[in-house]
């Protein structure tokens, strides 16, 4: 896995996400849905941004709620698409 493709999805969901001061940790497998921190709108959002990133088409199929719950999951999915 590349460490920059894992710290380019971490500053994202961090930077767009997270507030400011939180005290909440992103590391590649912290639960981005299931806890919360990227709702459905966000979700989006951040298929969008790395679609845009990584001159890509996620097909809507592909872009579950369990493929977009963790870093891990996401550069799964990425991976996909021969994006590492």
Do not use: R
């Amino acid at each position: 896995m590349s460490e920059d493709l894992k710290k380019t999805i971490i500053d994202y969901v961090k930077k767009e996400y997270l507030e400011e001061d939180s005290e909440e940790d992103v590391d590649e497998n912290t639960p981005l849905i299931s806890s919360g921190i990227v709702d459905s709108f966000s979700m989006v959002s951040l298929k969008t941004f790395l679609e845009k990133k990584f001159d890509i088409k996620i097909p809507d199929e592909k872009a579950t709620t369990e493929a977009f719950d963790s870093v891990n999951n996401i550069i799964a999915l990425l991976t996909e698409f021969k994006v590492t």
